[in-house]
C-alpha cells in the first residue's frame, strides 16, 4: 500500500551527514509537526504543501534552530516548533522564488508552479506563511515574533532587489552582498537569532549567535553562486547556467566584469543580455581565466571563519561542534 504524503514526511530520515547526529530525536519530532501542521480543508494546499515538502533539501535552517537551542538549553515542544517555523517560512519562499525565475527543477523534481501553475504556487506559499505565523504565536515570545516577522519583511525585499538587478551589468560587489544578506542569510540569521532567545541565553550569546547565522548564510550562498558554473547538475538538482539563463548577476560574473579582460566582458554581457544558458561553457571558462571562482570561493571561507569565530560564546558540547561541522560543510560541498 502506497505511503500517504504525511507518512512520507514521517519516515524521511535526517540527511546521512554527521552534525545531524546530535538532533536525530528532534529531527524526527520536526518530521512529525511538519505534516501535522499542513493539515488544511483545502485538498491542493494539502497536496502542493506536501510536494514542496518532500522534495528533498538538506532541512539546513531547522537544523541551525535545533543545534542553536540545544546548545542554549530550550525546552524540546518549544525548538521543534520554532524549527517548523523557519522550515514553513522557507518552503514559502521556495514556492514563490520558482514562481519569480520560472524554474522547471528544484532539487531534482518538477517544482510546483510546473505541476500546478503559478497561480496555486503563490497562494500555498501565501498559506504557508500564514501558518508560521499562526505558530510563532503559538511560541507565546513576542521578541521572536518581532524577529521572525522582520525577516520575512527584509526577505522580501531581497527578493525585489535582486528582482531590480536582473541584467544589469553595473551591479557591484556591496550591492549584491546586500541582496544575499536580505535574501538568503537573513534567515539563518533569524534562525540561530531566536534559537538563542528561546534558550534564554545572554546578550553577548544572543549577538554572538545572531551573527553566526548571518555569516553562515553568506557563505552558503556563496558556495552555490560558485557551483552554479562548475558544479555537477545531477548533484545539484539544478541546471548549471540556472543563475545564466535567468540573467542574475551573482558574485563570479561581477568579479569577472571587474578584472577580466575585454573578451571575458563581451562574452558574459552578451550572454546576461540573451539570458542565455546555452553560453554557459563560455561564461565558465571567462570567469576561471578571471579568477572570479577563486575569488567568490576564499569569499565564502571568510565568511566561514567568521561564523566559527562566534561559537566561542557556547560550552564545548556536541551541538557546538555540529555547529562548527556545518559551517565547514557549508563551504567544502559540491551540491
Known amino acids: 500500500m502506497n505511503a500517504t504524503p504525511a ?10 551527514l554527521p552534525f545531524y547526529d546530535a538532533v536525530l530525536d528532534d529531527f524526527a519530532a520536526v518530521n512529525t509537526l511538519i505534516p501535522a501542521r499542513l493539515s488544511s480543508d483545502v485538498d491542493l494546499v494539502e ?17 541551525v534552530v535545533l543545534l542553536c537551542a540545544n546548545a542554549c538549553g530550550a525546552p524540546a ?8 517555523v523557519i522550515e ?19 532539487r531534482g523534481q518538477a517544482t510546483a508552479n510546473s505541476l500546478w501553475g503559478n497561480a496555486p504556487s503563490v497562494l500555498v506559499g501565501d498559506f504557508l506563511y500564514s501558518r508560521a505565523f499562526q505558530m510563532m504565536v503559538e511560541l507565546g515570545d513576542m521578541e521572536i515574533m518581532r524577529i521572525l516577522s522582520d525577516a520575512t519583511n527584509v526577505i522580501a525585499e531581497g527578493e525585489v532587489m535582486q528582482l531590480a538587478a536582473v541584467g544589469r551589468l553595473d ?27 528561546l534558550g534564554g541565553s545572554d546578550a553577548p550569546r544572543i549577538r554572538a549567535l545572531r551573527d553566526y ?21 545531477d548533484r545539484m538538482g539544478k541546471n548549471v547556467g540556472d543563475d545564466l539563463a535567468e540573467g542574475k ?37 571567462a570567469v576561471e581565466k578571471a579568477g572570479s571562482l577563486t575569488y567568490t570561493a576564499a569569499r565564502a571561507r571568510e565568511c566561514a571563519r567568521r561564523a566559527e569565530s562566534c561559537l566561542d560564546t557556547l560550552p564545548d558540547t556536541d551541538f557546538r561542534r555540529a555547529l562548527v561541522q556545518l559551517t565547514r560543510f557549508a563551504v567544502d560541498r559540491d551540491h
Do not use: W
Request: with cysteine; proline share 3%.
Open 7 to 16: 507518512e512520507r514526511i514521517l519516515q524521511r530520515p535526517a540527511p546521512e
Open 47 to 63: 497536496e502542493i504543501g506536501h510536494h514542496i515538502v518532500e522534495s528533498g533539501g538538506k532541512r539546513l535552517r531547522p537544523l
Open 77 to 84: 515542544e518549544a525548538r521543534h516548533k520554532l524549527a517548523a
Open 88 to 106: 514553513f517560512l522557507h518552503t514559502a519562499t521556495l514556492l514563490h522564488d520558482d514562481v519569480v525565475d520560472r524554474s522547471g527543477l528544484r
Open 171 to 197: 551591479t557591484d560587489e556591496n550591492r549584491y552582498m546586500e541582496v544575499i544578506r536580505c535574501k538568503t542569510a537573513m534567515l539563518f540569521e533569524a534562525a540561530s537569532h531566536s534559537a538563542a532567545i
Open 213 to 233: 547565522g548571518l555569516q553562515l548564510g553568506l557563505a552558503f550562498q556563496l558556495v552555490d553562486d560558485v557551483l552554479d558554473y562548475s558544479g555537477d547538475a
Open 249 to 285: 548577476l551573482t558574485l563570479p560574473l561581477i568579479h569577472a566584469l571587474r578584472h577580466g579582460d575585454a573578451e571575458a566582458n563581451s562574452i558574459i554581457g552578451e550572454a546576461v543580455a540573451a539570458r542565455d544558458a546555452g553560453r554557459v561553457e563560455a561564461v565558465c571558462a
